[in-house]
């Protein structure tokens, strides 16, 4: 007969819950890298056609329908995001995990000085 493990704490639960949605983040995160590389590349190779073969209309028409498609593709949901995470570094709720980011970072730093030696 098997030994069955205690349910695990409220903090257990969720410390399981947060690395369940990192991993999620970071598969997700790993395929738009992947993507924002196929764009810039797909982007690369038709501006060095449009310079080898078009004049300065054709390129800057190019140029503003890149504009016109990165925005509508809605970049400026990824700038959100960003602005938003770091609206909530900054509230005195995540004043804890500043400081123990922080202390962390002095750690580290101490640490390499230490071995460094």
Known sequence: MSKQRPPPNDWDKMWFDYNKAL??????????????DDV???????ME???????DKTIN??????KKA??????N???QFGDDWQKVLSQSSMYQVRTYGEAMN??????????KK
């Open 77 to 79: 949901v990824f700038k």
């Open 61 to 66: 028409k190019l140029i503003e329908n890149w």
């Open 106 to 115: 002095k750690f580290a730093e101490t640490w390499q000085k230490m071995w």
């Open 23 to 36: 991993k999620a983040w970071m598969g997700s995160f790993e395929s738009l890298q992947r993507a924002t």
């Open 49 to 55: 056609k449009a310079v080898k073969e078009s004049n």
């Open 40 to 46: 810039q590349s797909k982007y690369r190779d038709a």
């Open 70 to 75: 990165m925005s509508d593709s809605g970049i």
